[in-house]
DNA sequence: GTGAAAGCGCTAACAC
DNA sequence: GTGTTAGCGCTTTCAC
């Protein structure tokens, strides 16, 4: 069967409860016991049992906190939801959620949010937030302190985190100029691209993406116009239109950005120009009414539900087993949706 | 804090022994107490937890029994990966596979192996098997035995399962029409289909939703014949190639069918044909190497190894949860897939 | 038909 | 630094 504590205390000579301390690096044991210890839990076998973790920890709760800058940002709204999800289905076992929420992204504020947090008494963490020294910083000192953290739908890179869950940006750039390919390769494709903002690592890795894919497909095409909408729909409306205006030959628009979609389908309304072929990222509500009413062709979008929930379930998975270093990142699909599937 | 068993023997005066029982039907407790504990516990909201159900069980595991078609069936490797995967990540919570795979649809054969498997003590089965009578009848049975079935990929009308786990077929041939309009909306399509038992709901249901949505999109086409593959590489290859000869104009092949897209590859090399425009069904290793070809354009997904893990957890979540009648039926998605997708 | 109690694997509080 | 033990929520003997 199985191997439990109860086994390694006997094989070991020592009882239960140091091994149980020395497994969970407890530093009231003694080195060479804790090795030891150790090295035959690895030799047995020896996996932790959730189900009897969870019940004894029952009064002290195995928190995770989370901070996600997702006031006014709808597209925030499904991750939610996957981590809403994982907390239920994790309660039984001993999980609780403390979600932050904030407005942007804003460098000290995620700062002073993410000591909130640690204050708080969290175990572990789920971020969102900015590839930034400061967070860089924290991040380190996080893991300093036996404090996992996991990223969530924007990395921040070199730092000690655990694992990032997210999108392959690069990819989902790709995937929008091969179905523009695939759609319209009997005409020379005059493209205006939109992003939220020019410095957004995401953004920028699509926009690369998405020009490398079309030239390793030797497509005759010519990149217009990179626009900024600065992550908002009034801005976004008001580029695009003056883009438009100014190029009368594109043909179609690459969206690079989930942000300010509703401006873009008002700037397309606007010019009564439904002829363009489009493409976008992300799917919120808004998009889905630009795709159902034939304004946006393509959506590629990156399961958001799925991004909250395993970021909530890789941390109880890390919580309860003996400390991993460093996990494997998940990183989502990149799904093409188009109007079928919003159809009920 | 969250009801507990003690919580409710204090509440209603019995011991905790006898609310347990009552709570998990067991047929020696008196009808009364035994509606009154249940009565209390909707009142207090009681929710079993897990970990002390799992920890209390585990000399007597929930057994879960899944039948497979899967021999010589390579779609069925991801069903099965995710089914491996639910596993390790049950085990711990006293959940236990055990997995029967037959060759084929053959009814006698099926029902034979659903015995099987209740005579070696399951508690609960995942089957993937055949809308005929005899199966409900099996099913119908279960039920009454109180064993729980949820049927995967393919589902059995009128019978009392306790979910389906699988794709929306029809939305599949959806979703292949809507593509196939936006990528070649220019010319007149005419199009030959490749099923692989014209009988097979599924295929049938697929041809069905990709006809009617070419025709609400009033798309110019003509489906200039729907041929039978028997889901057999060998004859596939046969039919599509002598359809191609009959019918030169032919400039779209949508194979409804997982089956036999080996053949279907080998007809379209054999013509050296590849002008085509070549949408497929469901993701297994011949036809990933057909998109990479270029081959085949798009291929329309149904996430299998979700299916194997879905079922999984809806039946651990189902026994661990008082009785339900019925769960909601975990409909897959259409995930439309090209090359890039399949690039390291 | 029901109560009492043991025990599942684990951690933490308390001894020593 | 380490052993002992109570107790987390639940099911299941075993009495009665």
Redesign the pocket.
Known sequence: ??V???DL?KAS????????????D?????A???KRIRQLAQELG????R???A??????LNTVGILLPSINGPFFDDIKQGIKEAESEFKDLGLEVILREVEGWDVDEHVRTIEELKEHGCKSLALCTVDHDKIRACIDDLDKENIPVILINNNVQNCKNVAFVGPDYHRSGEIAAALLYKSRSYEPLKILIVVGLKSHHGHAARVEGFTRELQRRHCDFEIVDVVEGMDNDIVTQQVTMDALKSHSEVNCIYMASGSGVSGLGAAIIAESLTKFFVIACDEIYTTRELVKSDIIDFVICQEPRTQGYQAIKLLHEYMSKPRLGKMEDYIVDNIIKLKNHFES
Do not use: F, H, I
């Open positions: 069967m199985t439990t504590l109860k205390s000579g020592v009882s239960v409860g140091t091994v149980s301390r020395a497994l969970n407890k530093n009231e044991v003694s060479d016991t804790a020896y996996v932790p049992n189900a009897g973790k019940l004894s920890a029952q009064k002290n």
